[in-house]
């Protein structure tokens, strides 16, 4: 029986090869295509680059989304990511001892180095608004330009019109950079696009709710407009009876309000604004 | 000292042959092309992020130098057979052992010399990025690298002492992604499925190679620093071990392997 010709190397392995390759080029492709005017008109259906994606990878790329996000997670704790809970094994006591397992979170500007996984799902699936946020907070947070922060609170806005939750969180960043008029506007449309009774999870609703309008509240304080102060807290309050902030604000704005003391807890609010990225600690395969 | 001379003579030959075909310098070229167009994605107008460049290059390193050694080693005996070098090798004062020798020798240094290559481009943009890990864990994870083209060459090789060349190929490079990609979840698999199932798992999870505890590239494309001395020389021993099991298998396949210039 005759041995068939030795193998051709590299060629053996081109389709494969070609495959990566061409992924790669496509994905880059896709990501630059981000930058650019979106080939399809906001509102009237997928935003360009997940277009172009949709036709290349189809439902594949919900699949490379939802990795990209859990690499940008990874990121964050310095490559160090989710494991099955802890079981005897010489080979992965080895590795643990060779690899590192600490639990450590990125700060500052390092955040960036997450970026371009959070920018990469974005652009394969732009339907989950969770995404984005984490991406806009990320993007501001180490240090983009105003500019491009504001890029993406728009394409975020272009995927998820009805979605209060992005107006809200681009709300408390406008706070952040003074435009306390945006902000206003921002709350207000928050407010407006608030889901009545489809929220998935009614209680964080509720909680955000009080949320955008003890800073409505706060907003009209600063102004020196008492009574749509009041209005505002009585609102936070509705969602969320107790809510400190707004029963503060409720009893400022009951002796004729206090703009300064207002002007201290709004920013102090948007200041605080917590990170979208919530890590348990027992779910990481490291140790703190 | 003749041995050495031999076996220097036959990993020669394995050069002059990846010079001819070329593999290196397109897998080279592709590399720096691919790592090129990852570098110029605009992130949010941000310099900084590097990490994913690095890894993204790894990874493709990984895979390339892998593609390299399996290659390599899989087709020589097969190509020697057909082109009727093995005879004129053996002719000479070179015993099977050494011929193997040189053969691993050869397709193991070409692959690493490439993959060094495919080093020197990802750590370059690393740098012009910004973020690069310190020379001694990039050492570190060179060495391991190393160790791991040194197993896949030497099982490879052992493979195609007995089988085609395409075959010992589909099966080292198999044999190479288990390794890399599964083995560090098996013990896990083996533990949930229990029974028969488990039992085979379990056996497979300490009779194949792990070559994830030769990986080190969490440490350089997060800046973790060098590992522990301990447990990286415990790894380089590891993929030392390996190689010579993977020698040892191919010189008993081989040793009185009958050899025909039809390849048969």
């Known amino acids: 029986m005759r041995r068939p010709a030795p193998g051709r190397s590299v060629g053996d392995a081109a389709a494969p090869l070609l495959a990566v390759a061409l992924w790669i080029l496509l994905f880059s492709a896709a990501c630059l295509l981000h930058a650019a005017r979106p080939l399809v008109p906001a509102g009237t259906g997928p ?40 079981r005897r094994d010489p080979f992965r006591a080895w590795s643990e001892r060779l690899d590192p397992v600490r639990h450590v979170h990125l700060h500052g500007a390092e955040a960036a180095e997450m970026l371009p996984w959070l920018r990469a799902a974005t652009a394969l699936d732009a339907g989950d608004v969770e995404t984005w946020l984490l991406t806009a907070y990320w993007v501001e947070r180490v240090g983009a ?144 | 000292m003749r041995a050495m001379r031999g076996v220097a003579m036959v990993a020669g030959t394995v050069w002059v042959e990846g010079f001819r075909r070329k593999d290196a310098y397109v897998l080279w070229v592709l590399l720096a092309a691919l790592l090129g167009v990852l570098a110029g994605v605009e992130v949010y107008g941000l310099a900084r992020p590097a990490r994913y460049v690095v890894d993204a290059g790894l990874l493709i390193t990984w895979v390339f130098s892998g593609v390299l050694v399996v290659t390599l080693s899989g087709r020589q005996i097969a190509a020697d057979e057909t082109s009727g070098m093995v005879f004129a090798l053996l002719s000479k004062p070179l015993g099977r052992g050494a011929y193997l020798a040189g053969k691993w020798l050869g397709a193991w240094s070409m692959a690493l010399a490439a993959t060094l290559l495919f080093y020197a481009v990802v750590a370059g943009m690393g740098a012009v990025r910004g973020g690069v890990s310190g020379p001694a864990v990039w050492g570190q994870a060179i060495a391991l690298h190393a160790a791991a083209l040194g197993i896949v060459g030497a099982l490879t090789l052992a493979l195609a002492t007995r089988l085609t060349a395409g075959a010992a190929m589909t099966l080292g490079a198999l044999l190479a992604v288990v390794g ?48 522990p001395w301990g447990p990286w020389l415990a790894s380089l021993a590891y993929g030392i071990g390996w190689t010579a099991l993977g020698l040892l298998l191919a010189w008993l396949g081989f040793r009185r392997r009958p050899l025909r210039q039809d390849g048969s």
């Open chain 2, 180 to 227: 890399f990609a599964l083995m560090p979840t098996l013990g896990a698999r083996a533990a949930e499925a229990g029974g028969p199932a488990g039992a085979v798992l379990t056996a497979a999870h300490f009779a194949l190679p792990h070559l994830e505890l030769l990986d080190l590239r969490r440490r350089v494309v997060h800046a973790w620093g060098p590992s």
């Open chain 1, 145 to 288: 330009e105003a500019g491009e922060v504001e890029g993406v609170y728009r394409r975020a806005r272009q995927a998820h019109p009805r979605n209060y939750r992005v107006p809200q969180q681009q709300a408390f960043h406008r706070l952040r950079t003074g435009d306390w008029d945006g902000a206003e506007t921002l709350l207000r449309l928050a407010l407006r696009l608030w889901p009545q009774g489809e929220e998935d999870d009614p209680d964080h609703a509720l909680r955000d709710r009080a949320h955008v309008a003890s800073a409505l509240g706060l907003l009209r304080e600063v102004a020196g407009d008492a009574a749509a102060a009041e209005a505002g807290y009585r609102e936070a309050l509705a969602a969320r009876p107790g809510h400190e902030t707004a029963a503060e604000g409720l009893r400022r704005a009951a002796q004729g309000g206090d703009p300064v003391e207002a002007r201290r807890v709004l920013r102090r609010l948007a200041a605080e604004e917590p990170a979208p990225h919530a890590c348990d600690h027992h779910d990481h395969h490291h140790h703190h």
């Open chain 1, 47 to 86: 935003t360009g680059e997940a277009g172009v994606l949709d036709r290349t990878l189809g439902a594949l790329r919900f699949l490379v989304a939802e990795r990209a996000t859990v690499a940008a997670d990874v990121y964050y704790h310095g490559g160090v990511g989710h494991a099955a809970a802890p």
